[in-house]
């Protein structure tokens, strides 16, 4: 199987698995006890958190939390955040193609009497920042928007929406989970980042969120308020060490990654040729992810006739639904556009002549399905 699914999910880093057997297998302790185990298993965790402080860019004007993942820190920080806005400022900017954990969010928000915006964007998938500056006003409290989008990949001018939401007094949230370690984060803009480890080649069930020093946030998670006195539940020794060395990993082969990846992207590229058209912008995006489509395609029979390569028509919290995905109905696509497009996501463990391999398997297929409709 040839996998080109890196949105999904990434490969697990052979040295992140190593770095987190002794916790999985002799090193069990609780790192919330005090006595020795328990005491040198959060030793451990304060490295891993401090592995990904430096992955961030963090200087020291912020603190880590722990989370499940990156939907738990997104929810965290939308309605922790949004709990603390006064009266009158209680409105709630974003953009129409951001993650289903941001706008389900809001949209349970807007129940809960907050006033929610979702600001659309351009047929490149970015968002025009004069529309923007219409939207956020003086009441508005917080604005949120993802730097490397998870469908398409573009990435989104965040220190600019950033600027633009302290210069009405509103906090920012930026959902790094794509691009932390790949594009360059602007977190001296943020108020609030959240990241995933299983997006860089750590393990599932892990995220984190990165909180600015004098934002206040309510907790999301009641209990023995283990992580900071603010998140609550006993946290993974593994877990942590294995994001923390993911972590360092991301800083260790940044150009490495950067170049095999620009590499992967210029093959498929020129393999697919003009008849597959990209979807989104082509200058300002992570090159790690290729959505495109083609006239005449069916993008969800195109997967299951390529068996032999997982890739995706989009996101894959939306697999399965039925729906067309948002992030392609919001660049303007119709449906049956939406339909004919694939996403193809590659990385530090994808070989050159495996992806080759896999273009012309979905090439011919693509070929097929268009001779067997003329």
């Not at 722990?66 to 953009?95: D, H, M, Q």
């Not at 800083?251 to 620009?262: I, N, P, T």
């Amino acid at each position: 199987m040839i996998y080109l699914d890196y949105q999904a999910t990434t490969p697990l880093a052979p040295e992140t698995a190593a770095a987190m057997r002794p916790w999985l297998e002799t090193s069990f302790g609780n790192p919330h006890s005090p006595y020795r185990i328990g005491r040198e298993a959060a030793a451990a965790i304060e490295v891993a958190r401090e592995h990904i402080l430096h992955a961030l860019g963090d200087g020291g004007s912020g603190r880590l939390y722990f989370t499940s993942g990156a939907t738990e820190a997104v929810n965290w920080a939308l309605k922790g955040a949004a709990a603390r806005l006064p009266v009158g400022r209680r409105r709630i900017v974003t953009l129409a193609t951001e993650h289903a954990c941001v706008l389900d969010s809001l949209a349970w928000l807007g129940s809960q009497g907050f006033e929610t915006d979702v600001v659309p964007v351009r047929r490149d998938g970015l968002v025009d920042l004069d529309l923007l500056a219409s939207h956020v006003d003086d009441r508005t409290g917080l604005v949120t928007a993802m730097l490397v989008n998870n469908e398409i990949g573009v990435v989104q001018p965040i220190a600019e929406i950033a600027k633009l939401a302290r210069s009405r007094g509103a906090l920012f949230l930026c959902d790094a989970v794509q691009g932390f370690g790949r594009v360059p984060l602007p977190i001296k803009s943020c108020d609030m980042v959240a990241v995933s480890a299983h997006k860089v080649h750590g393990p599932k069930g892990i995220g984190a969120l990165w909180v600015r020093s004098g934002v206040a946030l309510d907790p999301l998670l009641h209990g023995g308020g283990q992580e900071g006195g603010l998140r609550s539940g006993t946290l993974s020794p593994a877990l942590c060490v294995g994001f923390g060395e993911a972590a360092r990993l991301l800083l260790e082969r940044a150009g490495e990654d950067r170049a095999h990846v620009a590499g992967l992207w210029d093959m498929a590229r020129a393999a697919l040729g003009p008849g597959w058209r990209l979807n989104g912008s082509a200058e300002q995006r992570y090159l790690g992810n290729l959505n495109v489509r083609a006239d005449g395609i069916d993008a969800a029979r195109l997967i299951s006739e390529v068996r032999q390569v997982s890739f995706s028509a989009g996101s894959a919290c939306a697999s399965g639904s039925g729906r067309p995905s948002h992030v392609l109905s919001a660049l303007g696509l119709a449906g049956r556009e939406a339909r004919s497009s694939i996403r193809l996501g590659f990385g530090r463990y994808t070989r050159p002549e495996e992806l080759e391999t896999a273009l012309s398997l979905i090439v011919e297929a693509a070929e097929r399905q268009r001779s067997l409709a003329a």
